[in-house]
């Protein structure tokens, strides 16, 4: 299954074990560039071993449907960018999920505002979601914007939510719910 934006030439597909090698070539390229976004990584992470795992464990967590990762692709040239995760996933009464993503160093060309835009709908047309929630560093403007572009919503500030680099870090939270209507248009 893909998801395609045409006129921003990408398409969504789930990640998959021949995406290996594309998955670590992407890390390395941002690795420097991300290092202040995310948890403090061990050197083996950026190895095709890790990556292969990491991979299988995503696969896993889709057949449980308790997750989807999806590699954002540019479409002429097939070329992995970046990409995009529903994960902790609650059915139930609850219905909703995180939302994450990545884009190359490529950033600025509304290619990471369209993938979401993409994952908005599969998450609750094809997934029956409720809500769809995200946070950011209190400080990373860009993820925030990109969230607001697409109609989530602050909603206040989680203390201590995620180990960035091995310290706790605020989120500022988002939300956007289905029966909220701009992501419709």
Not at 26 to 34: G, H, I, K, T, V
Not at 63 to 90: A, H, P, Q, T
Not at 138 to 158: M, T, W
Request: hydrophobic share 40%; charged share 20%.
């Amino acid at each position: 299954m893909s998801l395609y934006n045409t006129p921003q030439g990408i398409f969504l597909r789930l990640i998959g074990l021949k995406d290996s090698e594309s998955l670590l070539a992407l890390r390395m390229r941002n690795r420097e560039s991300c290092a202040p976004y995310e948890p403090l990584y061990e050197d083996s992470f950026f190895t095709l071993e890790k990556q292969q795992d990491y991979i299988r464990q995503k696969l896993l967590q889709t057949e449980e449907d308790r997750g989807y990762m999806f590699g954002i692709f540019l479409l002429k040239e097939e070329r992995l960018i970046g990409y995009i995760s529903i994960s902790n996933l609650v059915r139930g009464a609850g219905q909703f999920a995180d939302i994450g993503y990545m884009i190359d160093q490529l950033q600025g060309s509304g290619h990471m505002t369209a993938a979401l835009k993409l994952i908005i709908q599969y998450a609750f047309r094809a997934l029956s979601l409720h809500r769809l929630q995200a946070g950011t560093l209190l400080h990373n403007v860009r993820s925030q914007r990109v969230l607001e572009k697409c109609g989530f919503q602050p909603e206040g500030i989680a203390r201590k939510l995620v180990q960035i680099q091995g310290t706790w870090q605020d989120h500022q939270m988002f939300a956007l719910l289905a029966e909220d209507d701009v992501w419709q248009t």
